[in-house]
């Protein structure tokens, strides 16, 4: 359901090259979770990531365990590997935006060469607003984000999944579970990703919270 794994399915040429990237698209998708067990490797050497920074757990790990040289072009891939997923959904929003709505609404007679400039100025916006929320928000805002997005693709999902395989069910049924879906999973991580009041603590680092909240840190 994520734009940088549909992106290859909506660009296929034909029928064999849809097969092909249905079948390979899941494999890779699946690659990503042997990146959960780099932080299982890193507890087993005995890496331990600060309060807060679990996701320093891997460059510590790669740290640790390579020399300078090695390690440096492993965090340049690193970095290479997270600007890709990024770029790949810039382009599919950018192709989406055109295809779905400059031509269907904006712009009908729209000439191929002026489809193309506007998906790049799209593209390029939508860059610009990521690196904005990159240096904009605060971690925790980021990491909420990452997971209403998770949300909102689950939602997504079953409407579209069930409205293919089955034409028993309505579509108004569909969309007004989609909406509900949205609605409900939207709220709930809303409620819990927003911050908690805490009291001052008498030295900084110190736990302390208010009765009936989760303990924060005090800074």
Not at 16 to 28: H, I, K, N
Not at 133 to 160: E, K, S
Not at 170 to 192: E, F, K, N, Q
């Amino acid at each position: 359901m994520y734009p940088h794994v549909l992106t290859a399915g909506f660009a296929a040429d034909g029928p064999r090259t849809l097969r092909r990237v249905s079948v390979a698209l899941p494999a890779w998708t699946g690659l990503l979770a042997l990146f959960g067990f780099l932080g299982i490797a890193a507890l087993a050497a005995g890496v331990r990531a600060p309060r807060g920074g679990a996701e320093a757990a891997v460059p510590m790990l790669v740290d640790r365990l390579m020399p300078a040289p090695l390690a440096g072009l492993v965090f340049a891939a690193i970095a290479v590997g997270a600007l890709v997923p990024a770029a790949v959904m810039s382009i599919a929003a950018a192709t989406s935006f055109v295809r779905n709505v400059y031509v269907e609404y904006v712009h009908p007679t729209a000439t191929p060469k002026r489809q193309v400039r506007i998906a790049k100025a799209v593209s390029l916006t939508a860059k610009v607003g990521a690196v904005a929320f990159v240096f904009g928000l605060r971690d925790q805002d980021a990491v909420n984000l990452q997971l209403l997005g998770g949300v909102w693709i689950l939602q997504i999902f079953p409407a579209i999944a069930v409205g293919l395989f089955t034409g028993r069910l309505h579509p108004r049924a569909l969309l007004a579970g989609w909406a509900v879906g949205m609605a409900s999973g939207t709220y709930l991580v809303v409620r819990g990703g927003s911050p908690r009041s805490c009291r001052s603590a008498p030295a900084p680092g110190r736990w302390r919270s208010t009765p009936g909240s989760p303990p924060c840190c005090s800074t």
